[in-house]
């Protein structure tokens, strides 16, 4: 048993040689953990509630299936998660849903001190309190159009700041689900909504 748990090690450390090339055998996708996490996090506390998180976000795909899943979407950088759980105020809805982009723990959204060189893939130096990475900027530029058009969006960093953040909203919402269903808030009629 020892001795297959050491095994186990060496192969998830070792490094394969074909060639010129070297890779290192990876022990773990926490990305694709943390989404994981997420999703039963989801399905346990909240079993009513409809979500979507993206499938390929924490995988590595082939570059015909990334060619593919490229071909079908909208555009770059779209958060991880979203759920479709809309939040009223004053009987009108202040958020249609709540957009997050996962990231794993341990990850730095902004500088805290000027980058000396420009990085590979980048367009220019980036500075202290510049977004982390042309990535990143990206994403929160989604982010920034998704709250201007009506829904909660934002980075949450590892599972407990995910399950806070889902958490304080979906307080709000089953709030309202019980204002709902005792009749003290009126939802608008499908005629009044367009």
Same mark, same amino acid.
């Given at each position: 048993m020892a001795c297959a748990w050491w095994h186990m090690q060496q192969l998830a450390t070792m490094k394969i040689k074909r060639g010129y090339m070297t890779r290192r055998v990876k022990k773990f996708k926490s990305e694709e953990?943390?989404?994981?996490?997420?999703?039963?996090?989801?399905?346990?506390q909240y079993p009513g509630i409809m979500f979507r998180t993206d499938f390929a976000a924490g995988i590595?795909?082939?570059?015909?299936?990334?060619v593919k899943h490229a071909k079908l979407q909208s555009g770059r950088a779209w958060p991880d998660l979203?759920?479709?759980?809309?939040?009223?105020?004053d009987q009108l809805v202040d958020f249609y849903g709540l957009f997050i982009e996962l %990231?794993? $723990?341990g990850t730095k959204l902004i500088r805290e001190r000027d980058a000396s060189k420009i990085l590979k893939g980048e367009t220019k130096l980036?500075? %202290?309190? $510049?977004?982390?990475?042309?990535h990143i900027e990206e994403q929160a530029e989604v982010i920034q159009y998704l709250k201007?058009?009506?829904y909660c969006a934002?980075?949450?960093?590892?599972?407990e700041d995910t399950k806070v953040l889902i958490d304080k909203y979906l307080a709000g919402y089953a709030e309202q689900l019980a204002a709902i269903n005792e009749g003290s808030i009126e939802l608008p009629t499908s005629e009044e909504a367009f």
């Open positions: 953990n943390l989404h994981q996490q997420v999703v039963d996090y989801l399905k346990l590595k795909m082939t570059m015909g299936q990334a979203f759920i479709a759980a809309p939040m009223y105020k %990231k794993k $723990d980036r500075k %202290k309190g $510049d977004w982390w990475d042309q201007l058009n009506g934002t980075f949450a960093i590892g599972f």
